[in-house]
T-cell receptor, first 115, second 117 residues
Framework: NAGVMQNPRHLVRRRGQEARLRCSPM?????VYWYRQLPEEGLKFMVY????????ESGMPKERFSAEFPKEGPSILRIQQVVRGDSAAYFC?????????????FGDGTRLSIL | AQTVTQSQPEMSVQEAETVTLSCTYD???????LFWYKQPPSRQMILVIR??????QNATENRFSVNFQKAAKSFSLKISDSQLGDAAMYFC??????????????FGKGTKLSVIP
C-alpha cells in the first residue's frame, strides 16, 4: 500500500512565477491536510480538504494561495506570484476519516525554493 | 488558541543511554490527543507515539514512552537505550476538534536530538 505521494520533491521558482504542489493521499484516504514548515520551525497548518470540498482554510494566507482536492486526481496546493518568503517545505498528510485520534500519514514534502 | 512549547532546541545523549524531551501545551479543551513525531534528515514525518487525554495510563511503544501530566499540561517523551538511528528532530503535536471543522495538528518548534557513539 503506497504511502502519501508528493511531487515534485524539490521545486525551484523565480519570484512572480506560479508553484503547483501535488499530493496523492494513501489509498482509501479522502481527508487531506497541508502544512508548511519554515526553516528551523515546526509545521504549521494551512488547509484541510475532503474530496471536492475545502473544510478549513484558516491557516492559509488570504492572497496568492489556493488549494483543491478534485473528485479525481491529486490534491493541489497552488501559490501564485511567489515571493522569497514562500520558500519552505510543504507537507501533505492524509487520513481515512476525520477522527481526533486517527493518525495523519505524511508525505515526504516538497521543498520550494524561490530565486 | 492552542499552543505547544518545546523548551529544548537541542539535546544530546550517549548511545544506549536514556533521554527525555520536554513538551508543554496550552488548551482549554478537555478532549484531545497528543503526539510525538520524528523527522530525520530525510525530512519524513514519522509518528512515534500518541496519547489520548482521557487515558491516564502513559503510552509506550518499545523504547519510547511518555510522561503525560494532564493537570500540568505536560507531555514528555522518554527514549530508552538510545540508538544512532534516533538522531532526528522531534516534534510534539496537539490535536483536537476545531470550530472550523477539522482535526488539524498544532506543532511545537522541535528538539534536535543528537546521539553520541
Amino acid at each position: 500500500n503506497a504511502g502519501v505521494m508528493q511531487n515534485p520533491r524539490h521545486l525551484v521558482r523565480r519570484r512572480g512565477q506560479e508553484a503547483r504542489l501535488r499530493c496523492s493521499p494513501m489509498k482509501g484516504h479522502s481527508h487531506v491536510y497541508w502544512y508548511r514548515q519554515l526553516p528551523e520551525e515546526g509545521l504549521k497548518f494551512m488547509v484541510y480538504l475532503q474530496k471536492e470540498n475545502i473544510i478549513d482554510e484558516s491557516g492559509m494566507p488570504k492572497e496568492r494561495f489556493s488549494a483543491e482536492f478534485p473528485k479525481e486526481g491529486p490534491s493541489i496546493l497552488r501559490i501564485q506570484q511567489v515571493v522569497r518568503g514562500d520558500s519552505a517545505a510543504y507537507f501533505c498528510a492524509s487520513s481515512p476519516r476525520a477522527r481526533m485520534g486517527q493518525p495523519q500519514h505524511f508525505g515526504d514534502g516538497t521543498r520550494l525554493s524561490i530565486l | 488558541a492552542q499552543t505547544v512549547t518545546q523548551s529544548q532546541p537541542e539535546m544530546s545523549v550517549q548511545e544506549a543511554e536514556t533521554v527525555t524531551l520536554s513538551c508543554t501545551y496550552d488548551t482549554s479543551e478537555s478532549d484531545y490527543y497528543l503526539f510525538w513525531y520524528k523527522q530525520p534528515p530525510s525530512r519524513q514525518m514519522i509518528l512515534v507515539i500518541r496519547q489520548e487525554a482521557y487515558k491516564q495510563q502513559n503510552a509506550t511503544e518499545n523504547r519510547f514512552s511518555v510522561n503525560f501530566q494532564k493537570a500540568a499540561k505536560s507531555f514528555s517523551l522518554k527514549i530508552s537505550d538510545s540508538q544512532l538511528g534516533d538522531a532526528a528532530m522531534y516534534f510534539c503535536a496537539y490535536r483536537s476538534f476545531t470550530g472550523a471543522g477539522s482535526y488539524q495538528l498544532t506543532f511545537g518548534k522541535g528538539t534536535k536530538l543528537s546521539v553520541i557513539p
